[in-house]
């Protein structure tokens, strides 16, 4: 069980989170949504700890997720993967050693830099890529790759770690219709596969409602909604998105994703 | 709108006009303070020709390239001394290029959140630079003897302070997206830097690398002259006991192994830099 508990993040004096709790069970794929800017990203990157927050406390299954230093944080990032928008991988390294990355927190640096990599996390790496049917490109360098097969890399790569947790940042929003598809499958499958609580900032409210448990509105730094897809009416929509409300709704998801419109409008 | 465009030309011009009247002012206010005479410089520019003039004579008094064996003599004996040169240069690089390499990484803004650290490995790098090689060279000559190993040293710790700087650099502009990946999967900082930050810098690395080796042969080239090692040594010499032609004969074939460098390391960087864009 994740809990957040009046969580605040300020940049300058700007409020970007405010005041946010929440608490999200095992095993739920959750749809962060709202408008760009938002504060989804932040949020989700204050739960890994990239970003710390200014107060609030977050705790995971009795852990003071907020007090961790050091190598407890290293441990806890592993158990948090994360998921950007950007795929985030190293575009010189093949395939292989960037999945083999999520493996770092459990090697002792020493091995890792000399990539000594054990056969078990090679078999592993394998066979995280395999389920996403890319196992083909293990020696490629990782920015010959197209977007899709990057962010399926990534997922990989944080299946590795072994986590309770996945926290995907926009995942989709760099991708194509049929990319969308394959990768909010991809994290589907991870969530109904093994039990990984899936937390999942999306702009797009039809892939949200597609594809959620659970759904967390987000505006201006606050939670304005928190329920079931099916209570999210077209009036909480509109309060949510406000003018971007038509760009996200009524809009099948397999002829555009939210983000391709949103850039084109 | 064309009369605002002339106008917003016509400021950069004056701008231009002003930084350049400013800039040789500024050289011509230098000169006088160092004592930098004009007249002199054009009273001795003859000694000059005169000088190289007479280098390039035999003590017969023909010109060398008459007597070709004559003129190279100690070719044996410089060559030997090159290669130590060319030696001294080498080690001198790849040590320094070494240490380099770890420090940079300490320097860079964008991975050394710690500011004391960063500001110490900063100014460090900078003493390692700022202080000439030949006069670290004087120094290890009193500390360790006469011999290459001081030259190795002074060129070691001022390519050292060289890179370190210019590597930290290169960190700096890295796609920082890969660092954050890593982190986020909770690497360590060592296994950060080795995953997300080397793969991307590694071929800049490599070129300026080669680029130091080549001014390193020439700093190496001078070490002799301190007693640092080398074919310097030799060239000092030649100069103080007025063997001129032997001074042309040590420097055209410094100049020809310098050339050949350069022209090898270009390639070098050239292939390097092409797969760094693939």
């Known amino acids: ?265 | 709108m064309m009369r605002a465009y002339a106008e917003a030309v016509a400021a950069r011009r004056a701008r231009t006009a002003l930084g350049l009247v400013i800039l040789l002012l500024l050289a011509a206010v230098s000169a006088h303070v160092s004592e930098v005479d004009i007249g002199k410089f054009v009273d001795h520019i003859g000694g000059v020709g005169g000088y190289f003039d007479r280098t390039l004579r035999l003590e017969s008094g023909a010109r060398v390239w008459t007597d070709p064996a004559d003129w190279l003599w100690g070719w044996k004996r410089w060559g030997r001394l090159l290669v130590d040169t060319l030696l001294i240069a080498y080690l001198g690089t790849v040590l320094g290029v070494i240490a380099g390499f770890f420090l940079c990484f300490l320097a860079a803004e964008n991975l050394t959140r710690s500011r004391p650290l960063r500001f110490a490995v900063r100014r460090f790098l900078e003493a390692c630079r700022t202080v000439p090689e030949i006069v670290f060279a004087l120094v290890f000559v009193v500390a360790f003897g006469l011999g290459p190993l001081p030259g190795v040293l002074a060129i070691l710790i001022h390519t050292m302070g060289a890179m370190g700087k210019l590597f930290a650099e290169v960190v700096e502009n890295i796609d920082m997206n890969p660092v954050e990946g890593a982190t986020a999967s909770g690497a360590g900082w060592v296994q950060v830097v080795r995953f997300a930050v080397v793969p991307q810098v590694l071929p800049n690395f490599a070129s300026y690398s080669l680029l130091r080796f080549e001014i390193n042969v020439r700093g190496a080239a001078v070490m002799g002259f301190v007693g640092a090692g080398g074919i310097g040594q030799d060239l000092v010499e030649a100069i103080r006991k007025f063997h001129y032609s032997d001074v042309s004969a040590i420097l055209l074939i410094l100049i020809a192994t310098v050339m050949v460098i350069d022209l090898l390391t270009e390639r070098l960087r050239h292939r390097l830099m092409g797969r760094g864009a693939a």
Not at chain 1, 43 to 59: A, C, F, K, Y
Not at chain 1, 111 to 129: F, G, H, N, P, T
Not at chain 1, 166 to 172: G, N, Q, S
Request: net charge neutral; glycine share 8%; proline share 3%.
């Open chain 1, 1 to 265: 069980m994740l809990r957040l508990e009046g969580l605040v993040k300020n940049f300058g004096d700007k409020r970007a989170v405010d005041n946010v709790s929440l608490a999200v069970p095992a095993g739920q794929l959750v749809g962060v949504i709202g408008r760009s800017g938002a504060g989804k990203s932040t949020l989700l990157r204050m739960i890994n700890r990239l970003v710390d927050p200014t107060s609030g406390r977050i705790e995971y299954d009795g852990i003071d997720v907020t007090a961790l230093q050091r190598a407890d944080l290293r441990a806890w990032r592993a158990r948090s993967a994360m998921i950007f928008q950007q795929f985030n991988l190293v575009g010189r390294l093949d395939v292989l050693t960037n999945v083999l990355m999520g493996r770092l927190n459990k090697v002792s640096t020493t091995r890792s830099v000399l990539k000594l990599w054990s056969d078990e996390d090679k078999a592993l790496a394998l066979a995280a890529l395999e389920q996403f049917g890319i196992a083909g490109i293990a020696a490629q360098r990782a920015e010959s790759l197209s977007g899709g097969q990057q962010q399926r890399v990534a997922i990989a790569r944080a299946l590795v770690q072994e986590p309770d947790m996945i926290l995907a940042d926009e995942p989709v929003a760099s991708l194509d219709p049929r990319n969308t598809r394959i990768v909010m499958d991809a994290l589907r499958r991870v969530n109904r596969h093994f039990g990984i609580t899936v937390l999942c900032n999306l702009h797009s409210l039809d892939l949200a409602r597609e594809y959620c448990d659970r759904l967390v509105g987000i505006s201006a730094g606050r939670v304005v909604f928190d329920d079931v897809p099916a209570a999210l009416t077209e009036h909480v929509a509109r309060e949510l998105y406000g003018l971007e409300a038509d760009e996200v709704m009524d809009m099948p998801a397999s002829r555009a994703p939210a983000g391709v419109v949103a850039v084109a409008a």
